[in-house]
């Protein structure tokens, strides 16, 4: 199992940024990639952005040039840097970590979430 605990999450303006972090614990060494997910209220949760192991990454449309992934593996831990927050990036927050090799759920290991609110 992995265990994933999110935070960093807050009400920030319109402009602003946030950090968000993800520690990972448990059979860290079997995550292939982690991530992060969202949901706004009243719609489905979308990939934000997602790192590999060996530091490949993704970014939903929405996010690219705004936002960051990173990942300590030493630490086993992800960071979400989001810069240029708008108000239509609020959100719960959640860290994914995965497993591609038919290991854990299909859908991967999730934190609880972390809310994200960007004022106008």
């Known amino acids: 199992q992995v265990q994933l605990v999110e935070s960093g999450g807050g009400l920030v303006q319109a402009g602003g940024s946030l950090r968000l972090s993800c520690a990972a614990s448990?059979?860290?060494?079997?995550?292939?990639?982690m991530g992060w997910y969202r949901q706004a209220p009243g719609k489905q949760r979308e990939l934000v952005a997602s790192i590999s192991t060996g530091g490949s990454t993704n970014f939903a449309d929405s996010v690219k040039g705004r936002f960051t992934i990173s990942r300590d593996n030493a630490k086993n831990t992800v960071y979400l840097q989001m810069n240029s927050l708008k108000p239509e990036d609020t959100a719960v927050y959640y860290c994914?970590?995965?497993?591609?090799?038919?290991?854990?759920?299909?859908?991967?290991?999730w934190g609880r979430g972390t809310q994200v609110t960007v004022s106008s």
């Open positions: 448990g059979s860290t060494f079997r995550i292939d990639a």
């Open positions: 994914n970590a995965k497993n591609y090799r038919g290991w854990g759920p299909p859908s991967g290991f």
